[in-house]
């Protein structure tokens, strides 16, 4: 890289990062992508990983090797706990190690996370689905609660370990639910000897009147009407107002409460943009909304702060959704200008989002899709979103190897991908219980260092010991 040229810092390799740094490819600039992970989630398919159809590997590729052959752009590691946009710095970190990187530009895309409404606690028993953890800490859970049940001593333990209940009736809910009553009612029906899993309650509940609001009325009672007949028990204008280990307390407008007894709990629902638009809105003034999206001017900086973009989950806009085409065309926009300027160009104006549509599957064959004014249902549908997926899926290998996957699961109602671990189960928890989280389980350099130096010198004394003849083996 030539470090006279303009640098850009791109902050997540999310679907803003990854494809805003995709589009500097061929701009006069150095490119620095700084990401907590060390891959480009694609987290449509994360209820994918949760129930056993695809490896969490298919559906996240190391960004290091997707820019492999973009030769102005760097990956580093680390998560950003800064940003100082008076010195144009970015601060991150990684066990212990600190980085600090100066830019020209910044492209600020590091997502969202899950939302409990002010009830984090929750989370320790119904995790949320945002990250490959999440996916595979929930994958353990769905198939444990199977196993668990045929170990089951009373009818009332077997009933709450085969009672699943997904917070959250948009896409993501209603993509699970679908899936855990697949897996329940054909996929592991033939696995046990004791229980039967088609005796499993898949229940999907939410706090709003309808299934999938974002997609209008008619689709969301398609939806309903889909999940139920695949046994999904739907409950609407529910809000969860306690939730433990063994089941979850739901409160209806009426004002009375039911409580559902159930070991296994999906948090679809609510997201919160990342902590980080709070340092930004500090520094500028710009304001946050309910879900902690910064505002951001119509060409996606911040007020004050050309050089800065914010694109994604992370920025307040026209009430635009939260969804991956924003990302991806705020990303590719904050680079296109990024390239503008550095080529003297006029700037291209405001950013525009052009609607592609959305789609969620309901199961095997069934999906629904709004396009534009176009309400589509069951099997186009879902050949709908089967193109869009492997278009989107990023990298060939993934695309290959998740066809063959699907193939497996459509044609068979098989999964490929069961296998769950201790350390995907319990791992997370018992390092949330550590006072320095997994900076605990691992020494910083600095520490390592002081190691290093301790050693050394023992080691000298020990050279000077044997050559003192104080110590060893004598000859002669
Ligand atoms: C389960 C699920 C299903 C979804 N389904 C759909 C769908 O079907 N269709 C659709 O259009 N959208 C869907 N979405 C929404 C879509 O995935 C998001 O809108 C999109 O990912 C937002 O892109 P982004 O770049 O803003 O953030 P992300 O894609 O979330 O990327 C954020 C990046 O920032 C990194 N990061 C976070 N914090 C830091 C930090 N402090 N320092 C460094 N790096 C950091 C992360 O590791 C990640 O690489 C879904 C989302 C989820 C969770």
Do not use: C
């Not at 029906?189 to 229980?195: A, E, G, H, M």
């Not at 599957?361 to 549908?381: D, M, W, Y």
């Amino acid at each position: 890289m030539d470090s006279k040229r303009h640098h850009v810092v791109v902050i997540g390799s999310g679907f803003g990062g990854l494809f805003g740094t995709k589009a500097l490819k061929g701009s006069d600039v150095d490119v620095t992508l700084v990401a907590k992970t060390t891959h480009h989630l694609f987290q449509p398919l994360l209820y994918q990983v949760a129930t056993g159809i695809l490896s969490q590997g298919e559906i996240a590729p190391p960004t290091r090797e997707v820019l492999a052959k973009q030769r102005n752009a760097r990956v580093i590691l680390g998560e950003v706990t800064e940003i100082d946009l008076a010195a144009k710095t970015v601060v991150s970190n990684i066990q212990g190690r600190q980085s600090v990187t100066s830019y020209d530009s910044l492209i600020v895309a590091a997502g969202a996370g899950q939302s409990y409404f002010g009830n984090d606690h929750f989370s320790e028993f119904a995790p949320g689905m945002k990250s490959i953890d999440d996916a595979l800490e929930l994958r353990g859970r769905i198939f444990g609660a199977f196993e668990l049940a045929e170990l089951a001593q009373t009818e009332a333990e077997i009933e709450r370990y085969l009672t699943f209940v997904v917070v959250g009736a948009g896409p993501t809910g209603v993509e699970m639910a679908g899936q855990i009553a697949e897996l329940a009612h054909k996929t592991l029906r033939r696995d046990f000897r004791r229980i039967n899993t088609r005796d499993a309650r898949v229940i999907m509940l939410d706090a709003a009147p309808q299934v999938l609001p974002p997609f209008g009325a008619k689709l969301g009672a398609v939806a309903q009407k889909s999940l139920e007949k695949r046994g999904v028990e739907v409950i609407l204008g529910g809000m969860v107002t306690d939730l433990d280990e063994r089941g979850l307390t739901v409160q209806f407008k009426d004002g009375s409460d039911r409580r559902i007894e159930a070991a296994t709990k999906v948090w679809a629902a609510g997201v919160q943009a990342n902590a980080l638009t709070q340092t930004l809105a500090d520094q500028t003034g710009a304001g946050l909304d309910r879900a902690g999206r910064i505002s951001v001017n119509p060409d996606l900086t911040l007020p004050g702060h050309p050089e800065v973009f914010v694109v994604g989950d992370m920025m307040a806009l026209d009430n635009l959704p939260g969804v991956a085409q924003v990302a991806i065309q705020g990303g590719k926009y904050a680079a296109k200008e990024i390239t503008r300027r550095v080529e003297e160009k006029p700037s291209q104006g405001p950013f525009k989002y052009f609607d592609k549509g959305s789609m969620a599957t309901i199961s095997r064959f069934s999906a629904v899709a709004l396009v534009g004014k176009v309400h589509l249902s069951g099997f186009l549908a879902w050949l709908m979103w089967l193109a869009v997926h492997l278009l989107y899926l990023t990298g060939f290998k993934n695309r290959f190897t998740a066809l063959m996957h699907w193939m497996v699961t459509f044609v068979s109602n098989d999964r490929q991908e069961r296998t769950a671990t201790v350390q995907q189960i319990y791992a997370r928890r018992a390092i949330k219980k550590l006072k320095g989280g997994t900076a605990s389980v691992a020494s910083s350099p600095v520490e390592w260092n002081s190691v290093r130096t301790r050693l050394e010198a023992q080691a000298l004394e020990e050279a000077r010991l044997t050559d003192a003849g104080e110590r060893g083996v004598h000859t002669g």
